[in-house]
């Protein structure tokens, strides 16, 4: 899908999206799930989102996938965060400690890529997918989620 459109919104630094903050949902409603200590997050069409490194503070591991590289090696030298990055498939992988984010397109992912995950926080990826494509999206979760 539109692929260069979000490429552009990057390369201009059109991300009125991005939130200079965490997430206040994310921080006052995510102990209610009961999600255990550790899980391993997945945050599809993650973008530079704060909420990862929130995520990671409570012990999780991230995995996060997102179309724009330039994305990811924003959020990493944003949040002084050393990094590795490698060409993996489809992929670009950029780790660091307890986060490990694929450059590439969401719907190129297998099952394999991301297993394990046990949770899946989503904020605003479903938006950013024409209605058609949404049930793809979900499919994914449901074959990818361990519980
Ligand atoms: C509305 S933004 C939300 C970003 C992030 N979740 C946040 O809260 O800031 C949607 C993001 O999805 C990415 N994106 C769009 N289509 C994608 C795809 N097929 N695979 C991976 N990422 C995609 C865009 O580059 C953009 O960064």
Redesign the pocket.
């Known amino acids: 899908?539109?692929?260069q459109f979000?490429?552009d919104?990057?390369e201009l630094n059109q991300?009125g999206?991005?939130?200079e903050e965490i997430?206040e949902y994310l921080s006052s409603h995510w102990q209610a799930l009961g999600i255990r200590d550790g899980a391993p997050v997945f945050?599809?069409?993650?973008?530079?989102?704060l909420?990862m490194l929130w995520l990671r503070e409570q012990g999780h591991a991230v995995l996060g996938?997102?179309?724009?590289e330039m994305?990811l090696a924003q959020f990493f030298t944003e949040n002084q965060l050393p990094y590795t990055r490698e060409e993996r498939g489809h992929f670009i992988e950029f780790t660091s400690e307890q986060i490990r984010l694929l450059a590439?397109?969401?719907?190129s992912l297998t099952p394999e890529d991301i297993a394990p995950i046990e949770a899946v926080y989503?904020?605003?990826?479903l938006?950013?997918?024409p209605p058609e494509m949404r049930r793809g999206l979900c499919q994914t979760y449901g074959n990818t989620l361990t519980r």
Not at 43 to 49: D, T
Not at 122 to 125: E, F, K, Q, T, V
């Open positions: 899908m539109e692929h979000w490429k919104r990057w991300i999206f991005h939130q997430n945050v599809p069409l993650c973008g530079k989102s909420d996938i997102e179309l724009s994305a590439g397109d969401f719907f989503d904020r605003a990826s938006i950013a997918l």
